[in-house]
C-alpha cells in the first residue's frame, strides 16, 4: 500500500481554507498538516478556535508556529531603521506580515517532508505570489496547490461545497475584513473597493474612547524603541504593544493606502496603525538631529528600495541583508527620547533628547549666532561654491551674444 501523500495548508480557518481542507482530503487524497503562522494577531482564545476548528473539518496536525519575536528581529526594526511607508502612507503591516508568513510554512513543510504545500489565495491579489514564491525558493520539491485561485470559486460556491461535505457552520461574510497583526490592522470593505470613499467610523476595529491629550516619551536606543514613559522595558515588541494600546483609542493611525499591486494593478485598503506610524515618525525626528546630511539622504534611497522588494515578496533575495546591513550601521547614534502628544485621531512629535543632537549650541545656532567660523570663512566658501555656475553663465552668455 503506498505512503498517503502530505500537503501543508497554510490555514487561518476562515471560509476559503476550510474549502482548502475538505477539497485536498476528500477530492485530492492528501494528508492534512495545517499550519498558522501567529506574528503578533492572534490571543490564546483565536489559537485555540482555530485548532478546533482545523480538527474538527479533519485535518491530520495543526500546529500553529509562534513567530511575533523573530518576525520583529528579522524584519520589522529594518522597517523602522529606515522609516519605510510605502507610497508615503502604508507601514506594509499585512506585506511584511504575509511574506513571513510564508517563509515560516515553507519551512515547516520542508522539514516534515511534505510533497506539496497549499493556501487559499484567489487569483486577484498580492498575496498569491508572496506565498508562491517563499513556496518555490524554500521548498522547490514540493507542489503547490491553490485550490481557490485554480478553480476560481465564487464565495457562495465554496459554501455550497462545504455544506454538501457536511460543514455546517456560519460563513456570513462580515461587512469589512479586517486582519491584525503587530505592525498594524489592515480593513477592507465597499468603501475601499472604489476610487472615491473613506471607511466610517463604526469599520474601525478601535473605537475612538480616549478625547483628553496625553504626553508620552518614547526611548529609542540604537534606532530601536525601548519603551515609553519613565522605565524602558528594554522589549521592542512589547513597546510597540503598549504603544498601541496608549494610541488606538486616540483614533490615531487610521488611513486608507492607494498601492500598485504586484500584478499590475491599482488596489485600496484602509488600515490603523497607531504605533507603527507614530514609531516611525519620532524615529525620523531623532535620525535629522544625529545623523549627516548624507547619511540620511542614502537611507532614504536604500530604504524606499527595501521597502518595495519587500512588499513584492523579494524578502529573501540577499541584498535585502546587504541592506539590512548598511541600515543598522546608520543607528549607532540613533539614542535618546521622543516627545510625542497624543490627541483624538492625530499626534505631534514635540521634540527629541539626544546625548548625539548634532544641533548643538556650541557650534552656533541657527539664524542666530556661530562660534565655529567667521563671516569671511562663508564669504570665501559661497565665491567657490558659485564658481562653476558663474563660468556656465558667462560662457552662456558670450556664445549667444
Avoid at 493556501?119 to 524554500?138: C, E, K, L, P, Y
Avoid at 456560519?170 to 469589512?176: F, I, L, N, P, R
Amino acid at each position: 500500500m503506498s505512503q498517503q501523500k502530505k500537503v501543508v495548508l497554510a490555514f487561518s480557518g476562515g471560509l476559503d481554507t476550510s474549502f482548502c481542507v475538505k477539497y485536498l482530503a476528500e477530492d485530492l487524497g492528501y494528508e492534512i498538516y495545517s499550519v498558522l503562522v501567529d506574528t503578533g494577531g492572534f490571543s490564546e482564545a483565536d489559537l485555540k478556535t482555530i485548532e478546533d476548528r482545523a480538527y474538527s473539518l479533519g485535518v491530520k496536525h495543526h500546529i500553529a508556529i509562534a513567530k511575533t519575536d523573530d518576525y520583529y528581529q528579522q524584519c520589522l526594526k529594518y522597517l523602522v531603521y529606515g522609516n519605510v511607508l510605502k507610497n508615503n502612507t502604508y507601514p506594509l503591516s499585512v506585506s511584511a506580515e504575509r511574506i513571513f508568513q510564508a517563509i515560516a510554512v515553507a519551512e515547516y513543510a520542508k522539514s516534515i517532508g511534505a510533497n506539496a504545500i497549499a493556501h487559499g489565495s484567489t487569483g486577484a491579489g498580492n498575496d498569491q505570489v508572496r506565498f508562491d514564491m517563499a513556496f518555490r525558493i524554500i521548498a522547490p520539491d514540493a507542489e503547490i496547490i491553490t485550490p481557490i485561485r485554480d478553480l476560481r470559486l465564487s464565495r457562495e460556491a465554496e459554501i455550497d461545497y462545504l455544506k454538501a461535505k457536511g460543514v455546517e457552520q456560519e460563513w456570513h461574510k462580515a461587512a469589512y475584513s479586517i486582519n491584525k497583526g503587530l505592525w498594524g490592522t489592515s480593513v477592507g470593505g465597499r468603501e475601499t473597493l472604489t476610487s472615491n470613499g473613506f471607511l466610517p467610523e463604526s469599520a474601525w476595529p478601535t473605537q475612538v474612547t480616549k478625547t483628553e491629550p496625553e504626553q508620552i516619551t518614547l526611548h529609542f536606543e540604537a534606532g530601536e524603541l525601548q519603551g515609553i514613559g519613565a522605565e524602558p522595558v528594554g522589549d521592542p515588541v512589547q513597546a510597540i504593544q503598549q504603544l498601541t494600546a496608549l494610541a488606538g483609542p486616540f483614533g490615531i493611525g487610521r488611513d486608507i493606502h492607494v498601492g500598485d499591486t504586484i500584478i499590475g494593478i491599482k488596489g485600496r485598503v484602509g488600515f490603523e496603525a497607531p504605533a507603527p506610524l507614530i514609531i516611525l515618525k519620532a524615529h525620523h525626528a531623532i535620525e535629522k538631529h544625529v545623523l549627516t546630511k548624507w547619511q540620511q539622504y542614502w537611507k532614504d534611497q536604500l530604504a524606499n528600495w527595501y521597502g518595495t522588494m519587500l512588499h513584492e515578496g523579494q524578502f529573501l533575495d540577499p541584498v535585502m541583508r546587504n541592506i539590512e546591513t548598511f541600515l543598522t550601521d546608520t543607528q549607532t547614534h540613533v539614542t535618546g527620547k521622543v516627545h510625542v502628544l497624543l490627541a483624538p485621531y492625530r499626534f505631534q512629535v514635540l521634540g527629541i533628547e539626544s546625548p548625539f543632537d548634532l544641533m548643538s549650541s556650541t557650534f552656533g545656532s541657527y539664524g542666530e549666532m556661530n562660534n565655529a567660523w567667521t563671516g569671511d570663512d562663508v564669504r570665501g566658501f559661497s565665491k567657490v561654491m558659485s564658481n562653476q555656475l558663474m563660468i556656465y553663465g558667462k560662457v552662456k552668455e558670450s556664445v549667444n551674444k
